[in-house]
């Protein structure tokens, strides 16, 4: 049995006899008094199973100093220095009475003039009268009972003499419980799959929730790696004179995530395999403005008013209504550039980093949730130079040169680039990106001037957050098996380089 637990079951024992505990200072535990800190440990962890109850009382009470103990046994100086006077027949001079007793003969002496239990007799102290009463000793004695006296005259002399000083004390007063018991029953604090299966948690009792507790204070903290990458990343954008785009939501429309950029409702990517699709609600009743939702429809079907001819399929407005996890970033980003015509065009640079899903099987590369990084450049007069060089730049601040731009395809862009960079380690060339060139399909119905010319980029936020940290499991970064050590050891190698 802990200390705790044989203190609770004293404690337990005495309300037993006597129902209640008016001062628990007043107790006695393995031979000594009763700690306030030993009764609040033991009363706390009894109260919160409602097996007693209690209040706590916080007094201030007088106690005696060591000087005040001594005279308590001893007596008073001045009661001293009458003694010994007392005990010489004929007086005794100051030098002699100060042979005697030391320091108490001057301690004693004034005070005992004071009280006329001596007086002076040419150069020799005698006694002033046959009997004394030494009032001191009983004093103290009354206050290290009561802690306080009544006479508070007294007290303050005493309390100048330092004899008694004042103290906080705190003590507990206990009554039982509704759940009193002499037994201590353990609760339980967790419910367990055994439990579950046993069905064993019916009769189960359960420590309830302490809303008080305020936890253990962490020593520090650090930021996740990925964290620490994206405020890289947003450092440069910032230093380019990009803004950055609001991309708290990650729900968004097939329109917005499709639609408005050109991905003909018949691709592959708008499939259950590669998207999630919300069940509850499954459609938006939000689509913007319906001219331009009538014109991103017939630009679809036939090219609308663009110089394309459209997919030459039918368009649906369910299929558009449908509410997916956005899996791409350049949702938003279509989504700025429709505000952007809508507010009046100006030249602008927009950048987002945020969570996007795919429906994909999870393994060392892929996760079903991961971050993109994404900017966008929309000015007269870009050309896919522009794109090329702006790419340069963008990667040369992340120290990645060299890079090789490889013809691809995106519904939305034309021409597409996917962006390559020569992997010393690897020995290899691996995709660091993917970008291109707006289609006038996209730009045009969202009512942008048509000599406007927009460049964009996309790239995950984990690929360079591995290679920098040296992972080679992207499920070590991110999700149920995220490796801890690891995070904590790249922070601290982050945190101790200046770059
Ligand atoms: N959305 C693309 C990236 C991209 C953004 C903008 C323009 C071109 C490409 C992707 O998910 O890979």
């Not at 637990?5 to 037993?16: G, R, S």
């Not at 002699?96 to 239990?117: I, M, P, V, Y």
């Not at 987002?352 to 971050?371: C, G, K, P, Q």
Request: hydrophobic content about 35%; overall charge neutral; aromatic content about 10%.
């Amino acid at each position: 049995m802990s200390k705790v637990e044989a203190l609770q079951v004293l404690l337990l024992k005495k309300l037993d006899e006597q129902n209640e505990i008016a001062n628990t200072s007043h107790l006695e535990f393995e031979g000594k008094k009763l700690t306030v800190q030993d009764a609040q440990s033991a009363i706390l962890s009894l109260a919160a199973r409602s097996m007693v109850e209690f209040e706590r009382h916080d007094i201030e009470v007088y106690t005696l100093t060591t000087e005040g103990e001594e005279i308590l046994k001893n007596g008073s100086h001045e009661a001293k220095v009458f003694n010994e006077i007392c005990a010489s027949m004929s007086g005794l001079s100051i030098g002699e009475l100060k042979d005697k007793l030391g320091n108490t003969a001057g301690l004693g002496q004034g005070r005992a003039f004071k009280l006329g239990w001596i007086k002076k007799d040419g150069d020799k102290l005698i006694k002033n009268t046959d009997s004394i009463e030494d009032g001191t000793p009983k004093l103290l004695a009354e206050i290290k009972e009561h802690g306080t006296h009544k006479d508070t005259k007294a007290l303050n002399d005493l309390k100048k003499r330092k004899l008694v000083e004042r103290n906080k004390l705190m003590y507990f007063s206990l009554k039982k419980g509704p759940n009193f018991s002499l037994t201590i029953e353990k609760l339980n604090t967790d419910l367990t799959a055994d439990m579950i299966t046993s069905r064993s948690w019916e009769n189960a009792k359960f420590k309830d929730y302490n809303f008080a507790a305020e936890g253990i204070p962490p020593a520090g903290g650090c930021l996740h790696p990925l964290m620490k990458v994206r405020e890289e990343f947003r450092k440069f954008f910032f230093e380019l004179g990009f803004e950055e785009m609001p991309t708290n939501n990650y729900v968004d429309s097939g329109f917005w995530n499709f639609d408005a950029l050109f991905v003909p409702q018949q691709h592959s990517a708008r499939d259950v395999q590669d998207t999630f699709f919300l069940k509850k609600p499954a459609f938006t009743n939000k689509l913007p403005d319906l001219d331009y939702v009538a014109r991103v429809k017939s630009t679809h079907e036939n090219g609308g008013e663009t110089r394309g001819i459209g997919y030459r399929a039918p368009w649906s407005e369910e299929e558009t209504r449908k509410l997916i996890l956005r899996t791409h970033t350049t949702a938003v980003s279509g989504n700025m550039l429709y505000k952007l015509a809508k507010n009046g065009f100006r030249p602008a640079k927009y950048f987002s980093i945020d969570r996007v899903f795919r429906n994909e099987t999870v393994d060392a590369t892929h996760l079903a949730e991961f971050h993109q990084v994404e900017g966008v450049i929309c000015d007269r007069n870009l050309t896919l130079g522009d794109l090329i060089g702006f790419m340069e730049v963008f990667f040369a601040k992340m120290n990645v040169r060299n890079l090789r731009f490889k013809p691809a395809y995106n519904p939305y862009t034309e021409p597409s680039l996917e962006i390559f960079s020569y992997h010393e380690k690897l020995g290899k060339w691996v995709e660091v990106g993917n970008s291109g060139m707006f289609r006038p399909e996209m730009l045009e119905p969202m009512g942008l001037p048509k000599d406007v010319r927009c460049l964009g980029f996309g790239l995950s936020l984990e690929r360079p957050t591995m290679i920098k940290y040296g992972i080679s499991d992207i499920r070590q970064l991110m999700g149920p098996k995220v490796n801890l050590d690891l995070i904590q050891a790249g922070s601290a190698v982050r945190l101790d380089r200046e770059d």
